[in-house]
């Protein structure tokens, strides 16, 4: 179920190995961030249409970072539409060379076919969806090219498997994973501001969503020793 959590903004929690997946529709752009594994496309698609839209209008599909659980559901999407997808630079470059290693894809059992990554993202970049723009900020730590989304206005941030609920966070024993890194993004997104955070997995939260960050921030910090 994609639930709104404002403006144009919805969210869908997962239920199984899948990641949770953002839905914006502003219109002229229909957003997809993350896409799940892939094994519950047509669910979802269903779920779009409950919500007026489905993987035939979908725009543009940002991916936090490209972990299976993330990126899996891009495929299924491209039997029915030609969006633009974005990924930070470094994972992008891999991708593009045809190197999946980094998607975890074969650790899986899953073979993911090649895909072409026509937007490269950088830290400091704005994806400007109209009435929606997010900041892009690099947030290293749980793989090399994970990012946070900001969206000043609304106080939102879309945090990937950065960081989590409860003063949790993504692990680090994945290829290019770092704890001193995830301790250092962990930070930097405590001392910004925003209100909601909707995080790659787990629930999201709504209200004093900054707080959250410094929890998990302090909880890796306190892992490092
Ligand atoms: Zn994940
Ligand atoms: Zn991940």
Redesign the pocket.
């Known amino acids: 179920m994609f639930e709104n959590i404002i403006g144009p903004i919805y969210f869908r929690a997962s239920m199984s190995f899948d990641s949770n997946i953002i839905f914006i529709d502003t219109g002229e752009h229909k957003v997809l961030i993350d896409t799940g594994t892939g094994m519950e496309a047509d669910l979802i698609n269903k779920e779009l249409e409950k919500v007026g839209s489905s993987y035939g209008d979908i725009t543009d599909i940002v991916l936090t970072?490209s972990?299976i659980?993330?990126i899996g559901g891009v495929h299924p999407i491209l039997k029915h539409a030609d969006p633009h997808i974005y990924l930070h630079k470094t994972e992008a470059d891999m991708i593009n060379s045809g190197d999946m290693t980094l998607t975890l894809g074969a650790s899986f059992g899953v073979e993911l076919p090649p895909l072409s990554i026509d937007r490269p993202m950088e830290e400091g970049d704005v994806l400007d969806f109209g009435p929606v723009r997010f900041k892009v900020l690099h947030t290293p730590g749980?793989?090399i090219g994970s990012v946070c989304l900001h969206e000043e206005k609304m106080g939102v941030l879309v945090t990937?498997?950065t960081m989590f609920p409860g003063g949790s966070f993504?692990r680090v024993d994945?290829p290019t994973g770092n704890m001193k890194d995830l301790v250092k993004s962990l930070r930097r997104i405590s001392e910004i501001d925003f209100e909601i955070a909707l995080a790659?997995h787990m629930h999201a939260i709504i209200g004093n969503a900054r707080r959250a960050a410094y929890d998990s921030y302090r909880m890796a910090q306190s892992m490092m020793y």
């Open positions: 970072h972990h659980d993330h749980h793989s990937g498997d993504g994945f790659g």
